[in-house]
């Protein structure tokens, strides 16, 4: 799997990330990078709260 060192480094997900950050933090995360993809519960918890995802 391919990682965006470069992003990570000037992207760090916050200690205790509120759901926002998080949701954020990978919605652009995605966009950079193929380390990992979004975690489910996260998606589902965004399709609940009606956050998009591109
Ligand atoms: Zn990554």
Do not use: G
Not at 4 to 33: I, L, S, Y
């Amino acid at each position: 799997m391919k990682i965006n060192k470069e992003w990570h480094e000037k992207n760090k997900m916050p200690k205790n990330a509120t759901f926002e950050q998080r949701a954020k933090w990978h919605m652009e995360h995605v966009k950079h990078c193929e380390c990992r993809p979004v975690p489910e519960k996260l998606l589902a918890e965004m399709k609940e709260k009606h956050i998009k995802v591109e």
